[in-house]
């Protein structure tokens, strides 16, 4: 039962590591067009500085799965002893 616990938790996390790589990834600029040749001006460019909480995620979504991680995490010890 830890076994197929432990696994089922890496499984989780090194899948919502690709999910967060690949949204970086997609978000990320194309160097490639900079290495053919294609020369870019340099314009003034606005920049907003938002803080740490634009991330898309809101603080209540995070408290709801935090709280299901940890009632779910507490029935498998549970169940366990």
């Not at 890496?10 to 997609?26: E, P, R």
């Not at 314009?43 to 799965?65: I, K, Q, Y």
Request: aromatic residues 4%.
């Amino acid at each position: 039962m830890r076994t197929s616990f432990g696994f089922c938790i890496f499984a989780g996390v090194l899948i919502l590591v690709g999910l967060v790589g690949a949204s970086i990834a997609a978000a990320s600029p194309s160097v490639s067009s900079a290495a053919e040749g294609v020369s870019t001006s340099a314009t003034p460019v606005v920049v907003h500085r938002g803080s740490f909480h634009d991330t898309g995620l809101r603080d209540e979504a995070a408290m709801v799965l935090v709280g299901m991680i940890l009632i779910g995490l507490a029935g498998a010890v549970r169940r366990a002893a």
